[in-house]
């Protein structure tokens, strides 16, 4: 069964856990930020798809005191959480949250006129089916300015099956127990639709995005920078 991230047992647990999963966590959101901050002005238009607990809202919101965010998630859990993890930061309220997965949302954003510089969608597209996957990054395009930039961080498929080993081995050197390990394996066929490197970078060219290229690479988690 896959996760359920509507559940809120799920998200009291989301923010420890996942620095457990994925290798370099804070790293990763460093690498984020230093691009953003290359590209953008300062007084830039975000939004951020499947903003989780909210964690990348809280990190640039301390870096940027004039950028302006728009947070989806289908999961109310989830924005409540984020919600409330964002208010001890200043600049909180420069942040609105928006309950919708990425097509409800472009529908709404073509209603209000909404266009940003750049949009986020970490540790999200691998969670999409993968006859989906076009949908998705066509509703995050459409979204976005002339030359704004689409930044993405996802588990991608494996091609040997020692690079499992790999992954179980580093998470548990990150703190995963032995059990939660063996699990995190397991639940790979059901938490996850993965595709190669090479069909991500093709969706998005398909899509219309140009000059895509990947940021980083931590184990098979690869970052993925576009622009439109």
Known sequence: MAKDFHS????????????????????????????????LPETAQLLVVGCGTGYELQYLLQQHPQ????AIDPSLSMLQ???KNIQSVAGHERVRFIQADTHQFAQQAQVENLQFDAALAILVAH?????????????????????????????M??????????????????????????????????????ITVDV????????????????????????FFAQK
């Not at 140009?210 to 970052?223: D, E, P």
Request: proline share 2%; glycine share 4%; net charge negative.
């Open 8 to 39: 809120a047992t799920v998200v009291a647990g989301y923010d420890s856990h996942i620095r457990k999963l994925i290798p370099g966590y804070e790293l990763v959101h460093q690498h984020i930020n230093a691009i953003l901050s290359s590209h």
């Open 67 to 70: 950028w302006q965010f728009t």
């Open 81 to 83: 959480q984020a919600e």
């Open 127 to 155: 969670f999409v089916p993968v006859a989906e996957k076009i949908l998705f990054f066509q509703d995050i395009y459409q979204t976005l300015k002339p030359a704004a930039i689409l930044l993405s961080y996802d588990l």
């Open 157 to 194: 498929q494996q091609t040997e099956n020692i690079e499992l080993r790999w992954m179980q081995n580093l998470a548990l050197d990150c703190g995963l127990t032995t059990v939660q390990a063996e699990k995190m394996l397991a639940r790979l066929a059901d938490d996850f639709h993965l």
């Open 200 to 223: 991500q970078a093709a969706l998005l060219t398909q899509v219309g995005f140009h000059q895509c290229k990947t940021y980083c690479q931590l184990m098979n988690y690869y970052g």
